[in-house]
């Protein structure tokens, strides 16, 4: 009988028994009714999201969703906008025909809990105008739209999750067609859901439980199978989400369509600004490195062992007469980088644009006792760095980039012509207008430095001599590395590279104004030093050959103690090319100082191996030899030199004092120095065969296997991430310095590129230098809490790996940052890899410089930062102490 069926006439007794059936049925139905409510109903809980954006750098965000998970025992995780376990119309809207969620952030929370109540409010005064039957139909018409919402917010966090394991890439087609495929099976399925009122599609809790286990195991799967690299290996730009907003998520067709052609116009957007041409190498590139303990590749930079410093010296231990620059050096906290308030000057007008502030110290050098030994050449550096910026010359231009640098520069960027009138006969340089030429020669190869390089290479050694056994000087495959004293405008190490030969050119900042920077805006590696009373800082037995032409060095005087440092950096084995007037003219200052240097060189074991004439340039030249064994040192009649003590140092060479001693040859079959490096390029890639399988290497691992890992692990970040995904165009970088270098691998990585790397091994690290000279590169120790001895404006690029967490605790980073900004060319690059609180430091201290950040990530325990100088300058010049 229809329930509720008017216009029938009755009997008393029908009426009663049809009306108690009728609330019985009723409320047997309305219990089953809440029965299968309690059944399948879920409280949904809106997840947190964030938005896709896009941030003034022109980098997205993704979606990153954070799921509510209900535990076995029905405990509900309670937000701030989600007071517990709440019936279905309190967390409805008020829209009849479209069911929708606000999400709002935890700011908003209280709103949302206001329209919620609003909402139940209105629910009950509609339930009490109607009949029993239309509050039935009210109910499962809510439950179906329930599980409606339900069914789609479970695809929605399925595809998302899914989405988070893909790497983005410009060329990912497969995967974007994949996905599309996912989600349309996601979306059919959904058409097909089961009606939740019907018994036969009725879907039990545990058969729900163990879906959603299946779901995850699967999950659990494909993401292990997955070839997901973190992000210092394929640096998708992406930076950190900003704070939460309100959006609104709803089941509407054309939302989710709207959504993500915003996301795509984002990425499109961003690829085309930052990453035209970016392109990401999968794992397929036979790197197998493992720094992670898990066994994965990730590319983060590898920790240093602290273990492993036990096996390791330091500049900073081995030098025991270094001079203490600091009063306290743990007072240089600087507030973690907090420069609120600060205000960057030029420095006074008195220091001019080429400032080097640890050579151009003129309160220290006044004070000096004498100069007679070029003291006031050397390294003068004041107790705190200088927290000023150095003024740009007036018309400064972007360097000519590499090779065309090599011959010719604009005068603006270097506007020192003195040079050119002393020097310009001798073809060193010249003025033209606008530019400043290099014909190519020098002092003792007026005619081009390339003839006078191959003009060394093809002299004959003497018959018979022992030097037949030995290899002869074969430029850039035996000689590699080496070392001009002297170098003027560095000519020499210039055209070496066209015979594959790294040389470290270094000469004084004197009255030959500029010198050394007019070589390095050449795009030629060179540093400003002097042979004084202080070793050079350089390791011993690491350069192949040192060339010395007319370098204006008494190589005699006092006990030879000159000539006596270059033998301890000299390779033994290795070569002196000495081409100088004494060699070739009968003068008699000449023939005195000759007779005086062949007896030096005599009581030294230097073999005399050849004396030549270039007539094309109407010059000669010396070649000596180092010896390889002691046997000449111990049948001597008279020790002069001295054999220096066994307590002594070798290796040492930060602020150490000359001796006018002899350092005795290393020959047991293991020791560095004992034998010759493998061939070039061989040496670059494989572990020195001195470096024991017994000590520990610096990431924790025996030191072969740390090497090898190290230049895979560099190889690889370097191909996959710094090469495209950092907004940096290699083809303008030509002067590279790695601030930390550890085994080199950086500048390893880079052979291939028209770049040469000036590696710093820091006092207080590892004293690595050594490795990084064996495998065919070069360096220098370095305190970066001093001033680097180079002009202002000298490197395209610097790159810093975990140097910034290390050192703001040794000393103030507003010097250091200040040094950045010296010695970087505007226009040039500094790449951070670093502690995520490090790199923040850091990159609040470039924007106070006006640098623009290209590329800014963090993740985990690492962040990457790359960022640009530009030609900002202050208005006002800091006041004159």
């Not at 609120?340 to 050579?359: A, K, S």
Request: proline share 6%.
């Amino acid at each position: 009988m229809p329930l509720g069926k008017r216009g029938l006439k009755r009997s008393p007794s029908s009426s009663s028994s049809t009306t108690s059936t009728t609330v019985t049925t009723i409320a047997f139905v309305a219990l089953c009714v809440l029965g299968v409510w309690m059944l399948t109903g879920k409280t949904f809980s809106p997840p947190k999201t964030t938005t896709t954006a896009t941030s003034d750098s022109g980098f997205s965000f993704s979606n990153e969703p954070e799921t509510l998970k209900a535990t076995e025992k029905n405990e509900h995780t309670v937000f701030e906008d989600n007071p517990g376990v709440l019936p279905i119309d309190a967390i409805q809207t008020g829209d009849p025909n479209q069911t929708h969620y606000t999400i709002t952030n935890d700011k908003g929370s209280g709103g949302s809990d206001k329209q919620d109540e609003g909402n139940a409010s209105s629910g009950g005064d509609d339930d009490s105008k109607m009949s029993d039957e239309q509050k039935v139909k009210k109910i499962i018409e809510e439950q179906k739209k329930q599980n409606e919402v339900d069914t789609q917010m479970s695809e929605d966090k399925t595809l998302i999750e899914n989405q988070q394991f893909f790497v983005f890439d410009n060329n990912a087609k497969s995967s974007t067609e994949e996905m599309i495929k996912q989600q349309q099976l996601r979306e059919n399925a959904g058409n097909q859901t089961l009606n939740a009122n019907d018994p036969e599609n009725h879907i039990s809790d545990e058969d729900k439980r163990r879906s959603i286990e299946k779901h995850q195991e699967q999950h659990v799967q494909q993401k292990e199978e997955t070839p997901f690299h973190s992000f210092s290996d394929q640096i998708v730009p992406y930076l950190q989400p900003p704070p939460q907003q309100e959006v609104q998520v709803s089941d509407s067709p054309k939302s989710e369509n709207v959504t993500q052609e915003t996301e795509q116009e984002n990425t499109e957007e961003t690829d085309g600004k930052r990453a035209k041409e970016h392109k990401l190498t999968n794992s397929n590139s036979g790197v197998s490195e493992t720094w992670n303990p898990d066994g994965r590749n990730t590319g983060s930079s590898p920790k240093e062992s602290l273990e492993s410093r036990k096996s390791w010296s330091t500049q900073a231990s081995q030098s025991q007469n270094e001079k203490e620059r600091r009063k306290d050096e743990s007072e240089g906290d600087e507030g973690n980088g907090n420069i609120d308030g600060y205000t960057w000057r030029l420095c006074n007008e008195t220091t001019g644009p080429d400032f080097i502030p640890c050579l151009d110290n003129t309160k220290a050098i006044q004070q000096l006792r004498t100069t007679a030994h070029y003291e006031h050449r050397e390294r003068h550096c004041p107790e705190e760095g200088p927290v000023c910026l150095v003024p740009l010359p007036e018309g400064y231009k972007v360097p000519i980039p590499w090779p065309k640098s090599r011959d010719k520069i604009w005068y603006r960027n270097v506007p020192h012509p003195m040079l050119a009138e002393v020097k310009g006969h001798q073809n060193w340089v010249r003025v033209t207008g606008e530019i400043i030429t290099f014909p190519g020669g020098g002092t003792q190869f007026i005619h081009g430095a390339l003839h006078y390089i191959d003009f060394i290479q093809q002299v004959s050694f003497p018959t018979g001599s022992e030097i037949q056994a030995v290899p002869k000087i074969a430029w850039g495959k035996y000689t590699r590395v080496s070392l001009d004293v002297g170098c003027g405008v560095a000519s020499f190490g210039g055209y070496l590279f066209e015979r594959d030969v790294l040389t470290m050119s270094f000469a004084p900042k004197d009255e030959h104004d500029a010198q050394i920077q007019f070589a390095l805006e050449r795009g030629i590696p060179a540093i400003s030093a002097v042979m004084g009373t202080k070793r050079l800082q350089f390791p011993r037995n690491v350069f192949d050959l040192v060339h010395c032409a007319r370098c204006r060095v008494p190589w005699h005087i006092d006990g030879g103690k000159l000539l006596l440092e270059l033998n301890r950096v000299l390779r033994p084995g290795g070569y002196f090319v000495w081409s100088a007037t004494p060699v070739y003219q009968k003068l008699g200052e000449d023939v005195e100082i000759w007779n005086a240097m062949s007896n030096l060189t005599v009581s030294m074991c230097w073999e005399l191996v050849t004396i030549k004439m270039d007539k094309l340039n109407s010059a000669g030249f010396a070649i000596y030899r180092k010896p390889t064994t002691n046997e000449c040192y111990e049948k001597r009649n008279q020790m002069t030199p001295p054999m220096c003590q066994n307590e002594d140092d070798p290796n040492a060479a930060w602020y150490v004092p000359l001796q006018a001693c002899v350092h005795r040859v290393p020959v047991d079959k293991d020791e560095r120095g004992s034998q010759w490096p493998e061939a070039w390029p061989h040496r670059l890639q494989r572990p020195p065969y001195w470096l024991n399988s017994s000590q520990m290497g610096i990431y924790g691992r025996p030191a072969p296997q740390d090497f090898t890992r190290d230049y895979k692990h560099w190889r690889y970040v370097v191909s996959t991430s710094y090469m495209s995904g950092l907004g940096i165009n290699w083809s303008n970088v030509r002067n590279v310095m790695d601030m930390r270098a550890v085994y080199g691998g950086f500048a390893a990585a880079l052979k291939d590129l028209q770049v040469w790397v000036m590696n710093v091994v820091n006092v207080n690290s590892p004293d690595t230098l050594p490795i990084i000279y064996e495998r065919g590169l070069f360096g220098i120790y370095h305190d970066w809490c001093e001033s680097f001895s180079t002009y202002p404006r000298s490197y395209d690029l610097l790159h810093a790996d975990h140097l910034f967490s290390q050192l703001k605790n040794r000393c103030k980073l507003v010097p250091v940052m200040a040094e950045v900004d010296r010695i970087v060319r505007p226009g040039g690059k500094l790449i951070v890899r670093d502690e995520p609180s490090a790199v923040t430091e850091v990159e609040n201290f470039l924007k106070s410089l006006h640098w623009e950040i290209l590329f800014a990530f963090s993740k985990d325990q690492e962040g990457v930062l790359s960022a640009q100088k530009g030609n900002w300058q202050p208005d006002t010049y800091q006041p004159s102490s």
